[in-house]
């Protein structure tokens, strides 16, 4: 199938480019950097979303929604946040279209300058802390944990769907806590909920762990994060979760009354993640014959494509199909009947395993009359012939194998990309190979930015679970107490 | 309860400002025109959603993402929509900030100016027909049934939370069709899904009608709309469904083949609901004690209140509080238990009926010794005694009762509020009483005009369901066939 389409082995980005667009997931828009997300697309996002909204209300989180703008002068307050950010923002300055005097078309109406700019959210924290200034007066109203699903505006000079574009969808986590340890505490709950959803409903193993200085949020103290490794070896930041400790209370002057009765500044916590999570699934599983989508999250699980002859035989097919669905749908599987006669058996059978749908059952007249039906599962390709009575037991333990290996596989690769590397030759020649580098690191950023600048490597992350151990820095050969993922990323 | 809270009577506008805030449904941020939706009134608005969101998969649409920016030329392409939505844009002139070299603090870079403005959407028609052109080729890729839920921006000079913000969510459908008679049927339905909305969930009564070309969308042939009137007797515009015939095709070049091999335009509609709804959900059913919430979409549907002075018979309390709560819950009536003991129950009295928690239960140890319990309607404010055993049964009957009755009551408000007028001095005195004037028109936006200029009030639509009659035009004396709807409005 899809013959002219190129493999991973052949051309991996190219691969993934065409993959987003002929799965029908996105494509690129007339704005620049800008994706139209397609309905296809759109439902998997829509799984994602309703998931993760879930396990944030699970854990205590409501949702609400501040402004798209942020008047600019909240940028400057808060000195590293306006530094990580400022170069990457859209900035309106008039809230007027005219008639162009001097010719055609419309201009900016310059009596509608606005007195202050106001800049395209890149990430809210400055506009919420604005906003909780008004909301906490004591300890009684901490903590406060709302969440907001939204839209986010980062320009970014090279963009690729889903990756990295100039607009995308995520959401942000903003909470308020009296203490440290509350908002540290959350920090980390919220990182454990963010791998805990990659690895249960997205079959992407992560690694859990905390960013060094070099890659911590602008404006944070501490940034834990899941990172994933593509097929390819590259690493890919799938979530990141900041306490921030008193900077945006500091910037925003946002005190409470303790219990103590002292006016303390409060302190908080953010995290998010975004689109992005769309092509981290896309690239974790999917295969030279297109994309590949562990059941929980595809909005198709099971499809049918009936084949026959005579009306005789569709009305048989059809009586089968109508109690398989039923039955189905009571389970909560979505299925999708495809007996459409504008397009033949042969092309759905392409068109499905394209678009990742987990299990196709094919209804065939022939085989039925020995009460036979034929199944396919997506994630090996694999085909099996089974009695027809056993059509729902067999979905339904595919559907739970199928979510199980596309984590094994996925775990397994990575597990075969991840190695230790103790000397600086070793490491030149490893991190070309791709995957992930376990290296000792002196700890400080001068020697990551040197590797960054000699190998385009970065510590993706500092493993929680990473043992004591006592080595010396790949770089410098200074002293190190454990080992740090090093990898190429996305 | 809430002495201090303005009554509708008093001063209904600012009666619903206070409300607003005090019932903790939104606030204004400080962008001038934006507001926070906090956590409460968001709750509110998600179960709009998500009901909503149902209604359009069920009549078959898909959900999909659009960016949020719109090149400026776009808007030029059609010549009454630039027209419509020029004057309240906000302009994205550059893409980074830069450090002021005359001074302090930041301004947009002068080298990151865009070659071309982009508008921050105010409806999305432009940027999604120049999607559609690369969608659509043959008749067999019609219909297209997209939705969006997203932000858009319209620069409102004066503004109010929910009715009339700068940036508001909403969301906007989009479909395209091979014929005229199917788009417009497309419309036709859309509007009706919005009044089973607005009638079956939100208890407010709906006229289903068609704008005159005055109040028609910039771009629409047809704009079809669903009016309610709130308590102080304004019209509120609740949604708006339109029939854009080929103008966006046009103006974006989109063409099909038809089944008869002919190259031709595509037909349009779009339309539209947003937290505006918010806004008539608010006006139509609160009164002078706060909030009123219909079941439907209450966050809080049941909330228990345990009185009690020893830790017995606080566990007494209890367990019958947990039986009740697993009982609905299994009902799928949301319910809390407010135990907390910070504050006193006539504390939590106030704070849920000002927050229109439709049903109330008081579990008091002493009630309690005789098996009873108080229960309370927020819609009527009456308490009755029942039998501890009739708790959940009366819940049940409770909430169905309410959602009624407050359909009833907006009914019968909306009935007593509207009557027929057949003289020009006879309108200039009624429109001063509010309400809706059913009056004869003689059909030409001039005449409309000059109403408008007189008294204020417009034709909030021309409805579906009027019946043909024989009249004189109230203003110019023309001949008219049946009766529109005049009114003042939000």
Request: contains cysteine.
């Amino acid at each position: 199938m899809a013959k002219d389409f190129v493999t991973r082995s052949e051309n991996y980005s190219e691969w993934y480019n065409e993959l987003v667009v002929r799965a029908d997931l996105a494509e690129n828009s007339s704005v620049r950097g800008c994706m139209v997300i397609k309905p296809y697309g759109y439902a998997i996002w829509e799984k994602m979303q309703h998931t993760l909204d879930k396990l944030f209300k699970k854990t205590g989180h409501q949702n609400a929604y501040f402004p798209l703008f942020i008047p600019k002068s909240f940028f400057e307050k808060e000195a590293e946040h306006v530094e990580g950010f400022a170069k990457e923002c859209a900035v309106v300055t008039h809230h007027r279209l005219a008639k162009n005097p001097n010719g055609n078309g419309l201009i900016p109406d310059p009596s509608a300058k606005l007195e202050e700019e106001l800049i395209v959210r890149p990430t809210s924290e400055t506009i919420i802390w604005d906003t909780y200034r008004k909301w906490i007066k004591s300890y009684r109203d901490l903590p406060i944990l709302c969440n907001q699903w939204a839209n986010v505006v980062r320009w970014e000079m090279r963009t690729r769907m889903f990756l990295r574009t100039a607009e995308f969808l995520w959401q942000e986590g903003h909470t308020a806590h009296a203490t440290s340890e509350e908002a540290e505490a959350e920090t980390i709950k919220m990182m454990h909920v963010y791998a805990d959803f990659a690895e249960k409903y997205m079959a992407m193993p992560v690694i859990r762990g905390v960013k060094s200085a070099n890659e911590r949020f602008a404006g944070a103290v501490e940034t834990y994060c899941i990172e994933a490794m593509m097929q390819d070896g590259k690493a890919l930041q799938a979530g990141t979760s900041h306490f921030l400790g008193q900077n945006f209370a500091k910037a925003f002057d946002v005190k409470f009354l303790s219990k103590e009765n002292k006016l303390e500044y409060v302190w908080a916590t953010s995290w998010g993640v975004s689109t992005r999570l769309m092509g981290a699934l896309i690239m974790t599983h999917s295969d030279d014959n297109g994309l590949v989508l562990p059941p929980y999250l595809a909005p198709i699980q099971v499809v049918i494509v009936p084949i026959y002859k005579t009306a005789e035989e569709k009305a048989q097919i059809d009586e089968i199909a109508d109690n398989v669905i039923s039955t189905l749908k009571a389970k909560d599987i979505s299925i999708k009947y495809d007996d459409d006669e504008k397009t033949k058996p042969g092309w759905k059978f392409n068109e499905y395993e394209f678009k990742g749908v987990p299990v196709r059952i094919t209804l065939g007249a022939r085989d039925l009359k020995e009460d036979k039906v034929e199944i396919f599962r997506r994630d090996t390709c694999e085909k099996e012939i089974i009695h027809k009575d056993e059509i729902i037991s067999k979905c339904e333990s595919l559907l739970t194998d199928i979510q199980d290996n596309l984590f094994k596989k996925a775990y397994d690769l990575r597990a075969s990309k991840t190695r230790n590397v103790d000397t600086w030759e070793e490491f030149k020649q490893e991190i070309e190979k791709g995957g992930f580098l376990m290296c000792h690191w002196d700890g400080t950023p001068e020697t990551e930015e040197k590797i960054k600048e000699e190998t385009k490597a970065t510590i993706r992350c500092i493993p929680l679970d990473a043992s004591e151990e006592d080595g010396k820095c790949i770089y410098t050969g200074k002293p190190s107490k454990r080992r740090v993922v090093f990898a190429r990323n996305y």
